[in-house]
């Protein structure tokens, strides 16, 4: 009889004790989770819309989630007294993601814009958050935003604030969609080709360096590759070269260029040799040596130069 109560006390009665603790401690735990949780939630909640209030300010009912799925587009929220919505969105900059916050009322105009957060070099890319200007230029504008046109870039911070306009485009795409159900088709590249370079015909051009040939509106189009980052750059998944299709006039300068970067480079960052301004750097010119490499973007740079004066040294060839 000692011997059993020798072993109940030593042995089972302690873990009966710790399993019974366990129980209680557990039960408790639950119960305080389910008290807190919903205030928890509730303030997480408030504290996001108070950001978005700040930007909608006339949304004081705060705002209710709205379902979408596109790339570059995080979150979006429409105010529940109906006076617009508010888009978070995203794109590459120079040291990664820059994260936005924007606000359109209920036409489309951008009421307001705030970087969330960014890891751009400071001093330099950081600027658009730092320079209220840049940010400001923004406010008002119902549409696309397009570098030159309505809207600038930053001196020395290009890629940082062409991230920023290209963010700010898909919100206001995504806007068009979810509050103006306008749903924009991409075109294929194939599609932006025709419709850059006009009535494309094919030529019979025999060339080392020469994939395809047309004549076009905008002149003979060439068509080459050069090493860009899906070739020479670190791990990139694609494995292919930078194809570029650049038209000419009679007297060999270029009258337009077009990169299939999409396809061969790193999205945010070598996709940015297919940017407007640093095409028109080639436009006017006779080879690509014009154009200078985009600091961050050096392998893609370098491919598309190389392509461009692949492509000014076979028409000269043929036309030679």
């Known amino acids: 009889m000692k011997k059993s109560n020798s072993v109940w006390n030593d042995m089972l009665k302690p873990v009966v004790v710790l399993t019974v603790i ?5 039960a408790a735990l639950a119960a305080a989770n389910g008290i807190t ?13 108070a950001s978005r209030i700040e930007l909608l300010p006339e949304a004081t009912d705060g705002f209710d989630p709205v379902e979408i799925s596109m790339e570059g ?13 508010v888009v978070s969105c995203q794109a590459n900059g120079y040291g990664g993601p820059i994260k936005l916050m924007v606000a359109y009322d209920n036409d489309g105009a951008i009421v307001s814009v705030k970087i969330l957060e960014l890891s751009e070099t400071p001093g330099v890319g950081d600027r658009v958050k730092t320079m209220p200007s840049f940010l400001e230029q923004f406010v008002g504008i119902n549409g696309e935003l397009k570098k030159g046109d309505n809207v600038d870039t930053i001196s020395g911070a290009t890629i940082s604030s062409s991230a920023v306009i290209e963010a700010l485009n898909t919100a206001y795409k995504a806007f068009n969609e979810k509050a103006k159900g306008i749903v924009v088709e991409e075109l294929s590249f ?3 080709v025709a419709q850059y370079f006009g009535n494309m015909t094919a030529m019979d051009v025999t060339h080392e360096d020469v994939l395809e040939a047309y004549t076009s509106d905008k002149g003979t189009v060439i ?8 070739i020479i750059g670190e791990a990139h998944p694609s494995g292919l070269a930078l194809k570029a299709y650049v038209s000419f006039d009679e007297s060999g ?3 337009g260029v077009m990169f299939d970067s999409e396809t061969s480079e790193t999205k945010g960052l070598g996709t940015k040799v297919s940017d407007e301004e640093y095409i028109n750097k080639f436009v006017g010119q006779k080879d690509g040596e014009a154009a200078d490499i985009i600091a961050g ?18 028409f000269a060839a043929i036309n030679g």
């Open 73 to 85: 587009i995080t979150e979006m929220h429409k105010a529940k007294n109906g006076v617009g919505y």
């Open 253 to 255: 300068v270029i009258t």
């Open 190 to 192: 194939e599609d932006e």
């Open 297 to 314: 973007v050096t392998y893609s740079s370098k491919g598309a130069k190389e392509a461009v004066s692949k492509a000014a040294a076979a």
């Open 37 to 49: 949780a919903p205030i928890i939630a509730k303030n997480a909640a408030l504290a996001a819309d």
């Open 22 to 26: 366990c129980i209680v401690v557990s």
């Open 223 to 230: 068509v080459t590759e050069g090493d860009g980052n899906g």
